[in-house]
């Protein structure tokens, strides 16, 4: 079997290797590229034609490994480079037809999108040779060396986008920026009510209910019965109830909102898990890939425990998505905020190592984030951030939240030492502004992953917190960890700056804040 997987792989690089000749090339130049937009489209275009090689290649693999880990890691991959081959023909259709949204996708800013996308393609390869963590290794290298050239190709072409005059730049900039309240410019009037609406006021396509009286009686049901690639919203109403089942919207599946009757009162739930055999990325209970999700008042869990390791309660990759009022709760790796911008608004999220992880562009506002009680011998940290080039336009900004321990940590009779971050990969980025942390969290704030490794290359920042956690004075001393002593600093994390936050932040239908609230 392994044979074939070595004979398999090698084909893969045979194809990497042979060029692609590009086909026409678009004559409008975009001013957020520093090169002409021809060279820009044929890079794109030979990296699109790359992953298809690669794509029908890994397809063969999956049937000599069976089933197990290894298996669903190569199907993990494979439906990665599948999001890759998306995300850059979204930027390919960007220089055919700038400032204007392509069926429904993106905000219609260059800059904004490109940047999103192409750090989203960048990392879905890191994605994929992390799912082989716990499997043979000699095929772990063999796919590491067929993705070599597509992460090198993308990371190149990332390059190639720049900072526009006027437009909003991190780090950097320094136009000022006033409180705001309303609606982001991509949500229409018809989906703003839908967020404010009482749940009784909400007019469903569909309705999920246990008992018989819905038109279905699984979530999966209803989402398998919404229109591929729509670009109406579509609205599933989920009645109260333990649903017992893993969820997957796939990428198909455009502008779904899920409605519960209440956190902690409708709630999906799933023990998928590392330990089980499963890869962390497939061990979502609730995963969604297609574009413009929205979710409020419900839960989602992964009751597997600690001593399962890695078990995700919710993973996006939904472009624009928001999760309003919503529970998420696991232990590790609760939260998997994989790729694209991503807005969490007054939720509770609570874990233990790593609980929220991934490598998107996040702001979290007004949630509880609650540290659980791990295993004996761990330490908690909050956050994750999964940025490995730094060019990836990505990172959590965690403001106004509430940062502290949840109920059986602090019943707890051991200390569990428990810290706001570390650098899962070179470039993690993770600030937190203006919350209240809980003497929880330890005096030096954040800890390393492994020796010295990322503490010059991270970006982790503290502005404006309160608590008995929130003491400076014992923080760490790392070249990467910022103090921001002042707004014109910390205004470079607020979501305007970070993640041109009014394209795509949702108004829950209370004031928020587009700045720093000083």
């Known amino acids: 079997m392994e044979r074939r997987c070595f004979f398999a792989v090698l084909t893969i690089f045979f194809w990497l290797s042979v ?38 290649l890994i397809s063969k693999i999956t049937g000599p490994l069976g089933g197990g880990r290894l298996s669903s890691a190569v199907n993990d991959c494979a439906e990665l480079l599948d999001f890759s081959a998306d995300e850059l023909t979204w930027t390919l259709a960007v220089t055919q037809s700038p400032n204007k949204k392509i069926n429904g996708t993106g905000t219609g800013k260059e800059r904004s999108d490109l940047k999103a996308w192409l750090s989203a393609a960048l990392g879905n390869q890191e994605t994929c040779l992390d799912g082989f963590d716990g499997t043979d290794g000699i095929v772990k290298q063999l796919v590491a060396g067929s993705l070599a050239a597509v992460t090198s190709s993308v990371a190149q072409v990332l390059k190639m986008v720049r900072d526009v005059p006027g437009a909003n730049v991190f780090p950097g900039g320094g136009r000022k920026l006033l409180q705001k309240e309303g609606f982001p410019d991509w949500m229409s009037a018809g989906e703003r009510k839908l967020l404010q609406a009482p749940i009784g006021g909400v007019k469903a396509d569909v309705t999920v209910a246990q008992d018989g009286t819905g038109n279905f009686t699984t979530v999966m049901e209803a989402v398998k019965a919404a229109p591929d690639n729509s670009s109406r919203r579509f609205v599933i109403y ?29 709630v999906i739930t799933g023990n998928r898990n590392f330990i089980d055999g499963w890869t962390t990325f497939r061990s979502a209970t609730f995963a969604v890939s297609g574009r413009g999700f929205i979710a409020r008042d419900m839960t989602f869990e992964n009751t597997a425990g600690p001593e399962k390791h890695q078990a995700v309660a919710l993973r996006s990759d939904s472009d624009l998505s928001v999760i309003y009022r919503c529970g998420i709760h696991g232990y590790q790796d609760t939260l998997y905020a994989h790729s694209l911008r991503q807005f969490y608004r007054e939720c509770r999220i609570s874990g233990t190592v790593d609980f929220i992880f991934g490598n998107g562009a996040v702001v979290f506002q007004n949630c509880q984030i609650l540290a659980r009680k791990p295993l004996p011998d761990q330490k908690n940290s909050v956050t994750a951030q999964g940025r490995k080039d730094p060019e990836q336009y990505t990172g959590f900004a965690i403001q106004f939240c509430n940062i502290s321990a949840d109920s059986d940590l602090l019943m707890s009779q051991n200390a569990t030492p428990t810290y706001l971050g570390r650098p899962w990969k070179l470039y993690s980025r993770a600030v937190f502004m203006q919350s209240y942390i809980s003497s929880a969290i330890r005096p030096e704030g954040w800890l390393e992953w492994q020796g010295d490794f990322a503490l010059d290359s991270l970006y982790y920042a503290e502005f404006m917190n309160y608590g008995p956690g929130a003491g400076l004075g014992g923080r760490v001393k790392w070249p990467g960890y910022h103090v921001l002593n002042d707004t014109t600093q910390a205004r470079n994390f607020t979501v305007e ?13 209370v004031k928020y804040t587009a700045g720093l609230a000083v």
Do not use: H, R
């Not at 009645?239 to 409605?259: A, D, Q, R, S």
């Open 238 to 266: 989920i009645k109260k109830g333990v649903y017992k089942e893993n969820v997957e919207i796939k990428k198909k599946k455009w502008n779904l909102m899920m409605i519960g009757d209440g956190m902690g009162v409708t």
């Open 497 to 509: 700056m970070f993640i041109d936050g009014n394209l795509w932040l949702p108004s829950t239908g």
């Open 19 to 56: 060029p692609v000749l590009s086909s026409s090339i678009p004559e409008v130049q975009l001013q957020c590229l520093s090169v002409p937009s021809a060279i820009f489209s044929s890079n794109v275009k030979s990296i699109i034609s790359e992953i298809e090689s690669v794509l029908s």
